[in-house]
């Protein structure tokens, strides 16, 4: 049965765990994430909302409460939320179920279980494959093994344009992904790292651009804080700023060309998009699309400390064609920031088995 699309708005992320488990079960997956503001005075006095899209297999139904038979719906305990049928455009639903055929893949091996028991998926381990010494390795010990396989990803690693940032990076997002925390990090690293004295432009377009945040940090790192595009540096004067946008749909058309358009004036070196790392792989998916769209050279990928598996990084590290500037984790401006991306994700993909020789054999 094809799957159904279902659109409701709540409170907060935890209220729509609890929606999407006492609504569809184990049957739904996350599709989208927005944030919504209220209308009229509404925005002044109500925090703002979380739109969710979620994908379900098959027609819903009520899950039985506490193994004594089905819930009514009428007296359910769901938290009351608008759900209304979705369907969303078919290009976009295609694009998300897209990927790298399979057939060259095989799993037979012991150490390609391992693997993809550890996130790796099966278009990464299919290039791995194509190793000539691939079948070599698949017959050692796990303890020499594991530090072939970290050499094998630096070689792809190291496949990946490496596009300089020059001196205008504007960090544009989905709503809800990160992206003004992680423009924060980033002017930490250039004052505390590199001596360095970047500004931070914050632009509303025909939405509002909300929060203080950007505005209190710049104030407490003396970088230059900016509300307006004529008062930003002249390009080429040898400080680097930063440009936030606001956040956006992925699937709103006119919001991605507003977006769009108000970076051309810019004169962007640079465009970093931010992405949820703990998004379904087929919502990151989606959100590579829309970065090609706007002419991304970077990525950048946030909430990595809600990864189960880090092992699902590679399929986007190795694939996107963009250069890693960095990962966050946390969702506040203090969490930690890695620029090694590298060393980060492969550290965390072998925490069993083999970590340390995985990490001498790669650096070598």
Known sequence: MSEQRYRFVVGSAEEAVSVLRQRFGSRARVVSVRQVEGKGLARFLQSPKLEVIAAVGEAPAPVPAHGNGPVSPQHDSVPQARTIVTEMPRQAAQSLDHGVSESSYSSSSRLCRLLEAGGISKQVLSRLQMYPAWSTIEGMPFARSLPEVGGFLRAEFRTIPRRPLGDRVAFVGPAGSGKTTA??????????????????????????????????????????????????????????????????GLWAEDELVEIRSAL??????????????????????????????????????THLDELQHWGKMWDFLLRSGLTPMFLSTGQNIAGDCEENVFEAVLSRTFSGVGLESANQAASA
Not at 184 to 195: H, P, W, Y
Not at 273 to 301: K, M
Request: hydrophobic residues 45%.
């Open 183 to 248: 423009l924060c990090k980033r002017l930490a690293m250039d004052v505390f790292m590199r001596g360095q004295k970047p500004a931070a432009l914050k632009l509303d377009l025909d939405r509002a651009n909300p929060g203080d945040a950007l505005s209190v940090f710049c104030e407490a790192l003396g970088a230059t804080y900016i509300r307006a595009a004529v008062e930003a540096p002249t390009p080429g004067h040898g400080r680097t700023l930063y440009i936030d946008l606001p956040g956006f």
């Open 264 to 301: 051309t004036p810019l004169f962007t070196t640079a465009r970093a998009i931010v992405i949820n790392a703990a998004y379904d792989p087929s919502l990151i998916r989606r959100c590579f699309e829309v970065g090609a769209r706007l002419e991304c050279t970077h990525v950048v990928f």
